[in-house]
């Protein structure tokens, strides 16, 4: 009997802290290539920040290496709900951003679109000197 209530116990725990509600896909993970738009040359370091629109303080930001790829692993709607949790209405977007370079910023599935299905590489603009 006590491994019975210990058993409910832990299944209402479960439920009451949303880990047994069903995590979705939604935004696939990619790896492309981010280059300078004149010269074609990687860009070693640049990011890609990937965010729920509904809750951009919680993103998945990784670097490129040294021949400007950016690997970003599939994240679900757990991964962007931690450590705030906001729920994930599943709008998605991407930024990709270099130092000196306007940031190129967009929504998921335009991204997946125009550069992931595509297979093109992400170009950033050198960003204008101030003034």
């Not at 998945?60 to 709607?77: C, I, W």
């Not at 906001?86 to 998921?108: E, H, I, L, N, W």
Request: aromatic content about 6%.
């Amino acid at each position: 009997m006590h491994k019975f209530a210990s058993a409910c116990f832990l299944a209402a725990l479960l439920v009451l802290c949303g880990c047994t509600s069903p995590s979705k896909v939604i935004a696939p993970g990619f790896d492309v290539a981010v280059i300078d738009a004149m010269t074609k040359q990687p860009i070693a370091g640049a990011s890609a920040t990937v965010y729920a629109d509904n809750n951009p303080d919680n993103a998945d930001r990784e670097l490129a290496d040294a021949n400007g790829r950016v690997r970003v692993a599939a994240l679900d709607s757990r991964t962007l709900c931690l450590p705030h949790c906001r729920p994930v209405d599943g709008r998605v977007s991407v930024r990709f951003g270099a130092q000196g370079y306007s940031a190129v910023v967009m929504p998921m599935p335009d991204f997946e679109e125009t550069y992931v299905r595509a297979n093109r590489p992400v170009e950033l603009q050198h960003a204008p000197a101030p003034q």
